[in-house]
């Protein structure tokens, strides 16, 4: 079970950090997957980072602005999300994958089993 938090509204140029928190004790065998969905688009991946935390993807639309973490002791990945743009609002959804190597990490959404809900992420301008 994926539990995401942290969504809020913002204005432009702000800050946010969203975090997901999982159950289970083999957090680490995971990697971790950030997505976004406006309503009538597609989801849009954002971000994802391998179970050892070593290999870290970032969509083109997010590069040098947003972060991902994770603390496998605290079964949490964290998504900082800096200079935030009115394009940024979306709900945000945390994925999870299971993985056999460990410096592996997915960009498309049909290779992640778990879904969190979503929390809603608003940037005004």
């Known amino acids: 079970q994926l539990q995401a938090c942290g969504g809020g509204l913002v204005q432009a140029g702000d800050s946010l950090t969203l975090s997901c928190v999982t159950s289970?004790?083999?957090?680490?065998?995971?990697?971790m997957g950030w997505f976004r969905q406006v309503p009538g688009k597609e989801r849009e991946f954002v971000s994802g980072?391998?179970?050892?935390?070593?290999?870290?993807y970032y969509g083109d639309s997010v590069k040098g602005r947003f972060s991902i973490s994770r603390d496998n002791a605290k079964n949490t990945v964290y998504l900082q999300m800096n200079s935030l743009k009115p394009e940024d609002t979306a709900k945000y959804y945390c994925?999870?994958?299971?993985?056999?190597?460990?410096?592996?990490?997915?960009?498309?959404?049909?290779?992640?089993?778990?879904w969190g809900r979503g929390t809603l992420v608003t940037v005004s301008s």
């Open positions: 289970g004790s083999t957090f680490s065998g995971y990697a």
């Open positions: 994925a999870a994958d299971f993985v056999y190597n460990l410096d592996y990490v997915a960009m498309i959404q049909i290779e992640y089993e778990y």
């Open positions: 980072i391998s179970g050892n935390g070593v290999t870290i």
